[in-house]
């Protein structure tokens, strides 16, 4: 079965900083993946998704991650951190019709 | 476009009643899901639909029956709430490709006592 490790609950970065978070996936074949963010009592946005090709994908708001096989990691990259970043950070991994496998999530906390 | 809406917001519920929490979305997507967060957890899996007509279970469908009568609803019910379905509800929708977005709606926040 596939499954999703974020192996950090809670991060804090100071406003400016790069921030990266950790994605740790299971899946027997190439895995679908994505990153979805939760700002408070919204609903989940996706920022990028990667399926294939680049293993360096750009998604929305200047985030980018990096598919690596090796080490069977998703892991999300900012290189500066803006305080409209705080939200709650979720990796997910696509199990077959798009039925998706999410991690526990990383909640992200922006220092001044 | 609205996307997907959620009704309700939030709803507090007595032990053994049913509910139905609503989901209606306006991009024509095939595909369709619910899943609930609860802290510490993340979102899981409760059931989709591929298709109007279909529907399957998921990862924790005990307790939960969906419907798809036509393309755009998929509402999920409770046939008698217990406390443990106290959890935070969020219906989804992607075309029918697996490499298509899920679009999540704004989620139903749900207590039962």
């Known amino acids: 079965a596939q499954s999703v490790t974020q192996p950090d609950i809670h991060i804090t970065v100071s406003e400016g900083a790069s921030l990266e978070l950790r994605c740790n996936y299971s899946y027997g074949a190439t895995p679908y993946l994505f990153w979805y963010v939760q700002s408070p009592g919204q609903g989940l946005q996706l920022l990028l998704k990667?399926?294939?090709?680049?293993?360096l994908v750009q998604g929305i708001k200047g985030f980018e991650a990096e598919f690596k096989r090796s080490q069977s990691s998703f892991n999300l990259r900012k290189p500066s951190v803006h305080w409209s970043d705080a939200a709650e950070y979720f990796c997910a991994v696509g199990e077959g019709f798009q039925k998706l496998v999410f991690g526990t999530g990383t909640r992200l906390l922006v220092s001044p | 476009i609205a996307g997907i809406t959620q009704a309700p917001t939030s709803q507090i519920l007595a032990a053994g009643r049913r509910m139905t929490l609503r989901c209606t979305q306006d991009m024509r997507h095939n595909a369709m899901y619910w899943y609930r967060q609860d802290l510490g957890l993340g979102l899981r899996l409760i059931h989709y639909s591929n298709t109007a007509g279909t529907t399957g279970k998921g990862e924790v469908p005990d307790g939960y029956s969906v419907s798809r009568a036509n393309t755009d609803d998929f509402p999920l019910t409770l046939a008698s709430a217990v406390p443990s379905q106290t959890s935070v509800y969020f219906c989804a929708s992607s075309d029918s490709s697996s490499t298509d977005t899920q679009y999540f709606g704004p989620g139903t926040r749900l207590t039962v006592l």
């Open positions: 990667y399926f294939s090709g680049d293993t």
